[in-house]
């Protein structure tokens, strides 16, 4: 895949490329990218490439001509051109398999108040936006997009890892421990050394079902569990039920 990121901060965005995991990836060839500053698009001395917006209002919106040059000189205009903005469809691990099937993949950066409404209507194909918050930069949620997606892509992380992962299944991750076996006068739980394989998966799996209804009680509700998976959780929660009985009296 050949990803594009047009941005007013390339310091900001070049380090995800040069380092871990997406490192290995560009160097296995699996990845390609550029970092291109848009600035370098403007006019004047200023290279002004941001300026108030009509009808007022705070902050600065940056202007349509720099970037769209820019966009032109990738031929942006027929590919996947996706901005990163809070007002966004948002990323979901599906929208994020839909993105990791595409040749190439154009990221505009924006900053400030926004970016102005005819570029978007002229070039963006996906408006994301990664969650209820608001960020400062258009940088770090292109990160996050590009991290979420280019993983998915086949050679880039084991598919063993992707298998156990959360949210290809609807349930919360396991606790991992390593070595030492004793750490702070904190045992590892004693199933993960017994090398009972039934065990460990069903401690697993109960750990995952506690850990998914205290964290995000939502997932279960419209989660597509196995008869076992609905079992263990009963069960947990009749304990659970219990022992808030207890705690009570
Ligand atoms: Cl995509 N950008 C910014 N600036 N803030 C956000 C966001 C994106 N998604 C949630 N908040």
Redesign the pocket.
Known sequence: MHITILTLFPEMVVPFFTSSIMKRAVEKGIITYDVIDFRDFAEGVHRKADDIPYGGGAGMVIMPEPLSRALDSVGAQGKRVVF???S?RLLTERYAEELAREEELVFICGHYEGIDQRVIDRYVTDE????D???S??ET?SIVVIDALYRLIEGVISSESLDEESFTSPLLEYPQYTRPERYCNKSVPEVLLSGHHRHIAQWRLDRRLEKTMHSRPDLLSDASLSIDERKRLLFILDKEDRRWTLSEL
Not at 128 to 131: K, Q
């Open positions: 990163p903005t809070p966004g994301i936006s990664i969650g918050y608001v960020l930069s258009g949620a």
